[in-house]
């Protein structure tokens, strides 16, 4: 059982947006630990796409964005494209557990 | 540029002990980084095992603790992760990931391809 809650699957057709949330608690998003966002294609190791809440690394186009707020964060992508069709993961610390915490997991099917 | 390269055995016993290395080129392995070990079941979610800073501390996910040990071997450049008392559950894609800011909890800046573990029977 993951410690962040995301939605199993979103989609979208090309061009829209679509966005995804990641839902934390007292401990972990709501203590003030960054959130991470990671972009998984079908057999590849993870990709790290936001971090520090909202900041992309380089290469990692403006479609990407994040934010977050009290206990949750969100993962928004505007003009879908093929390509952006892929597992995505949030990351965030327990500062009660010491330890990292990823979400579930939600997959996007661009339509 | 510096990259991980994850190896291990393939197929493991049951009740035994897993080892698995990851080799760090093109850097140092002494950088102000914690070095982490997510794993992936198959069709599963990304979960994080633990990891290790620059000085050699570390931290485990609470429900694998007692049968983790993350280490590293400063003269090979090499990650090490040993896993004790396997079982099914513990089959899995291990990955080798770097935390890019030198704090626990980093975002995981460089991953390596990942290594597959099958726990037989």
């Known amino acids: 059982q993951s410690v962040l809650t995301q939605p199993p699957s979103v989609s979208g057709a090309p061009g829209q947006r679509v966005t995804i949330s990641c839902i934390g608690s007292?401990?972990?998003?709501?203590?003030?630990?960054?959130v991470h966002w990671y972009q998984q294609i079908a057999g590849a190791a993870p990709k790290l796409i936001i971090f520090?809440?909202?900041d992309r690394p380089s290469g990692v186009p403006d479609r990407f964005s994040g934010s977050r707020s009290v206990t949750s964060a969100s993962l928004a992508i505007t003009g879908l494209r093929a390509e952006d069709e892929a597992d995505y993961y949030c990351?965030?610390?327990?500062?009660?557990?010491?330890?990292?915490?990823f979400g579930g997991g939600t997959k996007l099917t661009v339509l | 540029q510096v990259q991980l390269q994850e190896s291990g055995p393939g197929l493991v016993r049951s009740s035994g002990t897993l080892s698995l290395t990851c080799v760090v080129s093109?850097?140092?392995?002494?950088?102000?980084?914690?070095w982490n070990w997510v794993r992936q079941s198959p069709g599963g979610g990304l979960e994080w095992i633990g990891e290790?800073?620059?000085?050699?501390?570390?931290n485990y996910i609470p429900s694998l603790k007692s049968r983790v040990t993350i280490s590293k071997d400063m003269p090979k450049m090499q990650i090490l992760l040993t896993m004790t008392s396997v079982t099914a559950a513990d089959s899995a894609m291990y990955y080798c990931?770097?935390?890019?800011?030198?704090?626990?909890?980093?975002?995981?800046?460089?991953w390596g391809q990942g290594t597959v573990v099958i726990v037989t029977s």
């Open positions: 290790i800073s620059q000085s050699g501390n570390t």
């Open positions: 520090h809440n909202g």
């Open positions: 007292s401990s972990d998003i709501g203590a003030g630990f960054d």
């Open positions: 990351q965030s610390y327990d500062g009660s557990l010491a330890s990292s915490v």
């Open positions: 093109g850097g140092s392995i002494n950088s102000n980084n914690y």
């Open positions: 990931a770097r935390g890019g800011w030198g704090n626990p909890g980093d975002a995981l800046d460089l």
